[in-house]
């Protein structure tokens, strides 16, 4: 009987340490699956925020894009109108040289070419040789070939050339024939006084200009500011511009303008506000 009861109590206590292990084991297992969910979670959860930051990312390229598209072309032309504005100021430099020169020649106005020189030379007090010749009406000027100065246009991206009847030999701008041109017997190329300007804010002054010093008709004038340039080459200027680009003008009264070669009606703008009779044949 005893030994019955022995067998008894160490079959339980196997049977005891078995279910013990059994449920150690069960419990080892739910811990660890508890882990490998907790796991999985976390990994879901960090890739989760990781696509999440791939999507914002993307979305504020394509707003930078979108902006970028819509504001490149607004600052193309913002910068465009600061160097036409810059070359107005240019311009009014020179008015305001021309205003000095007339002042110490008794109301002559300074011719676009005389015996005396060419007016840039004169408002300069430099000559085409990079020589100082006399003093400065306040206009910087360092001779052909040398890309620097008053007389450069913001807008023109062709420089100087050393080599006259080629390109642009002296500078970006020029004043009109009525001012006075050399040995040419017409009435518009005469010398004259400012009492010859009877309407100054319609007589035209200067302008932009692309291959020569002789401005005296709208083909010689370069419209580079705005629409899509002034591709022409020719030296002479007398191709139409192919362009809705605009010249900086300029007017006895100081006051400059951006026009259209197609806003310009006829040959008659270079007598517009000028007696032309009142004049005298340019030496």
């Given at each position: ?10 079959v339980?206590?196997?049977?005891n ?17 508890r882990l ?10 960090a ?7 791939l999507?914002?990312l ?7 894009a ?22 107005a ?9 021309q ?6 020649y008794?109301?002559?106005?300074v011719?676009l ?10 408002l ?35 420089k ?11 500078t970006?701008?020029?004043?009109t ?20 300007i009877?309407?100054?804010?319609e ?32 030296f ?20 400059t ?5 197609w806003?310009?009606?006829?040959y008659?703008?270079?007598?517009a ?11």
């Amino acid at each position: 009987m005893a030994g019955t009861n022995l067998l008894g109590l160490i079959v339980n206590a196997s049977y005891n340490q078995h279910m013990d292990g059994e449920t150690e084991r069960r419990n080892h297992e739910e811990r660890h699956m508890r882990l490998r969910l907790t796991e999985s979670r976390r990994v879901r959860k960090a890739l989760s925020r990781v696509l999440f930051t791939l999507l914002e990312l993307l979305i504020v390229i394509a707003i930078i894009a979108m902006l970028c598209s819509l504001l490149l072309p607004a600052l193309g032309k913002a910068r465009d109108t600061a160097k036409q504005i810059a070359c107005a100021n240019n311009l009014k430099q020179v008015y305001h040289a021309q205003m000095m020169y007339q002042l110490d020649y008794g109301e002559w106005i300074v011719a676009l070419r005389s015996s005396s020189g060419w007016w840039f030379e004169l408002l300069s007090g430099t000559n085409h040789k990079g020589e100082s010749i006399g003093m400065s009406y306040g206009i910087s000027y360092y001779g052909i070939g040398v890309t620097k100065g008053t007389l450069v246009c913001p807008s023109e991206e062709e420089k100087f050339t050393s080599v006259w009847g080629s390109g642009i030999s002296f500078t970006h701008y020029s004043l009109t024939v009525a001012t006075g041109y050399s040995g040419i017997n017409d009435p518009l190329y005469y010398r004259r006084k400012m009492m010859a300007i009877t309407q100054p804010s319609e007589a035209f002054l200067g302008s932009d200009i692309r291959s020569s010093a002789n401005l005296d008709c709208l083909t010689r004038m370069v419209y580079r500011h705005g629409g899509r340039g002034d591709s022409r080459t020719s030296f002479s200027g007398t191709s139409i511009p192919a362009t809705e680009g605009q010249a900086n003008m300029l007017y006895f009264d100081g006051h400059t303008i951006g026009m259209r070669y197609w806003d310009i009606t006829s040959y008659l703008f270079f007598k517009a506000g000028i007696n032309v009779n009142a004049g005298v044949y340019c030496e």
